[in-house]
């Protein structure tokens, strides 16, 4: 029983073999902390890391749990697993050896058996070893002091994340993600801040398989997370209506689940494979597959949301599970479907599970407690401390100033309206895939060349990769055809014809923009700059790109932060109240 003053704080903990987190919730239910732990070991998406940094957390626990009377410990997975995973274990199939013999029974998913064989595996091995490092830490730092452990559906905590982080009261909730427990989707309606489950799907049927399969075959690596090149390759190509005729034969939707053509799959498969980008081609050379696979998961999608609308009736989407990530689909949704509204969270993939699982925990102790909906503020990660500025300032060797207040604003505006590129670092980091004006790397997006020399000489990643342009809310219906709020950089508008050539930058090839919507509610110093920006330039929009170089995580630490600045065509770097510049940039 617990005690009814107790301090509880709720410790989540997303323990996916990929992109594990931590997340933690305090006595009143407020988010005290939550973020990805590949940002801290610079790897990107921390594979086969536990989310229990043993050197990291205890700072954690001590910051914002030094009075805890207990813990409550949640988790993103039920401890138990499905008699498949357990079966393929006891026959050998999840061991190296399986592995590499690429054993097991080929079923029909997009995927070879040894990769469905070592996800499970890993997956196997991280919640094996769960929660080591976390008992260590406790049992040293708060002896005694009650821990209680639970485990929910994988499913479900995605779920709460979406709609317990929403401004909705009511809502249809979609997960849409690789896999779960026993499936790759499901669907909730919530209500009264409660959450009901209404579908789920079993089996290995899944789109987010699907869309592995399809970066694969577009020649990219999907276990690195590069889908999002497809969406980046498929504004360049068009439709193949034979490829389009195959993926329309191999896998379609049945209401709110998907089937199978078990008699023509893998023929279907075996073609599309004829179609992969070979070794040396140009990524170019796919964009007609990417297109056409994207066009396919959108329509796919469209459908399941449609079913789900007809089924719960909500006019409210809370969405969530990896595919919410596809911000090209997501941008369609309120146009080909019935939805009136979406929101997105801003940690949609398993990295947000950390806090669905800790929110799950926390309702389910205070399930009389009314909540007030809102916007979930992204900013919920690590700060670089003060100290590690000052030394950098003291010791780095560069022009440096400190600017505090609106000084920096100022000067920066300045900087980018001449045309610098600028890191950006201020207050906690951002939860989520995306950064969002607190670890970004910002431009003018007035010059087409800019786009080009960020990717050539800043992130060296492929020409045809978009920037996303963060804009002044209150402009948004001046700059975008049907107009939408877009706080966590999670769907794709298109730009209206007359605003494109005034930033070129950030228009893709097809004619739209990953939007972020800047609002002095949920980034007050965003706002400031992109606002005095917009007085210097006559543009109330800057190129708004995440801080880091193609294949790292977005930077964590100081150091970090300099290693990007000095190691490549950065021009200038805010962090906190001091401007650092290089020798040949204007001060």
Known sequence: MRPSKA??????LCLTYHDPALAIVGPDGGVLFAEAAERRLQSKRALNAPPDDLFQLPALLQAHCADADEFVVACNWQESRPLHERLARWLGWLSPRGILANAGRRVHAWLEPYQLYHMQAAQHHALKSRLLNLARSLRRDFPGIPVRFRGYDHHLCHAAVACYGSPFDTAACAVIDSYGETGSMAFFAYRDGRLRPIAG???????G??????????????????EWKVMGLASYGKTDAEVLGWLR?????????????HDVFFDRLQRLEARRRRPGEAPEAA???AH????????????LLTHLHDREGSDNLAFAGGCALNSTCNGQILESTPFQALYVPPAPTDDGTALGAAWLAYREDHPEQVFEASHLSPYLGSEIPVADIERFARYAGLPVRRLPGPALADAAAGLLAEGKILGWVQGRAEFGPRALGNRSILADPRRAETAERINRE???RERFRPYAPAILHEHGPDWFEAYQESPYMERTLRFRPEARERVPAVVH????????TVNPEWNPRLHDLLSRFHRLSGVPVLLDTSFNVMGKPIVHSMEDAFGVFLGSGLDALAVGDHLFTKPETPS
């Open 7 to 12: 301090r509880t704080y709720y410790l989540g």
């Open 201 to 207: 799907l079993e089996g290995p049927q899944s789109l």
């Open 209 to 226: 398989f699907y869309y592995m399969k399809l970066t694969e075959l577009c020649g990219f690596d999907w276990l690195g997370g590069e």
């Open 249 to 261: 034969e191999m896998m379609r939707v049945e209401a709110l689940g998907l089937s199978t053509r």
């Open 287 to 289: 964009a007609d597959l």
């Open 292 to 303: 056409t696979g994207q066009q396919f998961f959108t329509e796919t999608v469209h459908c």
């Open 458 to 460: 800043v992130k060296f």
């Open 509 to 516: 090839v097809d004619g739209t923009g990953r939007l972020q």
